[in-house]
């Protein structure tokens, strides 16, 4: 039983950053891939940046340059830090991991909302 809980998201005026946690819980295994995807209204979601156990990332053309994603020193934890923030980045953004065992699992957070005003 895996659950990813993501937090961090909020209300930010275009230009700040805001910086989005996500801790997966319930299980011993290491993930081969987190990242985090975005759902903005009325789109469908897509993939904003992901990151692999030996630390390659992988970034939308939309965010590079202004997103940054990590891994945390705990167990299945990721950050994305987002800098310079435009209205165009408000969206709902979820986590996500994958393992690969026979097969690829993947398992997602339930979703935090991040507004950017202009």
């Known amino acids: 039983q895996v659950q990813l809980v993501e937090s961090g998201g909020g209300l930010v005026q275009a230009g700040g950053s805001l910086r989005l946690s996500c801790a997966a819980s319930?299980?011993?295994?290491?993930?081969?891939?987190m990242g985090w995807y975005r759902q903005a209204p009325g789109k469908q979601r897509e993939l904003v940046a992901t990151?692999?156990?030996?630390?390659?990332?992988n970034y939308a053309d939309s965010v590079k340059g202004r997103f940054t994603i990590s891994r945390g020193s705990a167990k299945n934890t990721v950050y994305l830090q987002m800098n310079n923030l435009k209205p165009e980045d408000t969206a709902v953004y979820f986590c996500h991991a994958a393992v690969t065992t026979f097969i690829k699992v993947d398992y997602w957070g339930q979703g935090t909302q991040v507004t950017v005003s202009s």
């Open positions: 990151i692999t156990s030996d630390s390659s990332t």
């Open positions: 319930g299980s011993s295994l290491r993930f081969n891939v």
